[in-house]
T-cell receptor, first 115, second 115 residues
Framework: GAGVSQSPSNKVTEKGKDVELRCDPI?????LYWYRQSLGQGLEFLIY????????KSGLPSDRFSAERTGGSVSTLTIQRTQQEDSAVYLC?????????????FGPGTRLTVL | AQSVAQPEDQVNVAEGNPLTVKCTYS??????LFWYVQYPNRGLQFLLK??????LVKGSYGFEAEFNKSQTSFHLKKPSALVSDSALYFC?????????????FGSGTRLQVQP
């Protein structure tokens, strides 16, 4: 079956512009996660959605970052007024996440470059 | 708060030799532990996980990891390395006993297998 997909694969933007990154999780997975992978920072958690529960936004670095998940499936991560330090690979993951803990499956990522 | 330490930025090993990639963790309560591998320009791929039960966990591609509670370690091992194992390896932890679902990752260890 299809894995987690993300679009675009690469995004180059100018400082101050807004960007939207999209994630399509594995069909039937109830949980969706966004992480950021940047040089010198490793992999850091951004936000987590589980079903209809309120999302865990504890990892968002500033109020310029937001995310939504429509219909319990597709998610969009929005970064407003991008800064150069936002340059990173943004990874999305999904999992079944019921009962015994199940591993997260990751997408290929979106490489964001802010000029 | 939880944390993961991967003390080696890079591990070099000759093909056919055993390999070990080290990981230690800190978490409140009992841990869920994971290893992921990342090939160039690819997302993270799940290798194996420790949930409960046997301390020796077997995973994909001949990898295994040993959970040691007293040493809070979860080292990744393989009896005979292949050149194709060369990649970036991440250890991750999540507390078993709280609602926080996001993974905390180590900084990664680059494995280089020489022919």
């Amino acid at each position: 079956g299809a894995g987690v997909s993300q679009s675009p694969s690469n995004k180059v933007t100018e400082k101050g512009k807004d960007v939207e990154l999209r994630c399509d999780p594995i069909s039937g997975h109830t949980a969706l996660y966004w992480y950021r992978q940047s040089l010198g920072q490793g992999l850091e958690f951004l936000i987590y959605f589980q079903g209809n529960s309120a999302p865990d936004k504890s990892g968002l670095p500033s109020d310029r970052f937001s995310a939504e998940r429509t219909g319990g499936s597709v998610s969009t991560l929005t970064i407003q007024r991008t800064q150069q330090e936002d340059s990173a690979v943004y990874l999305c993951a999904s999992s079944w996440d019921r009962g015994k803990y199940n591993e997260q499956f990751f997408g290929p990522g979106t490489r964001l470059t802010v000029l | 708060a939880q944390s993961v330490a991967q003390p080696e930025d890079q591990v070099n090993v000759a093909e056919g030799n055993p390999l070990t990639v080290k990981c230690t963790y800190s978490v409140s309560g009992n841990p869920y532990l994971f290893w992921y591998v990342q090939y160039p320009n690819r997302g993270l791929q799940f290798l194996l996980k420790y949930i409960t039960g046997d301390n020796l966990v077997k995973g994909s591609y001949g990898f295994e990891a040993e959970f040691n509670k007293s040493q809070t370690s979860f080292h990744l091992k393989k009896p005979s390395a292949l050149v194709s194992d060369s990649a970036l390896y991440f250890c991750a932890v999540r507390p078993m006993d709280t609602g926080r679902r996001a993974l905390t990752f180590g900084s990664g260890t680059r494995l280089q297998v020489q022919p």
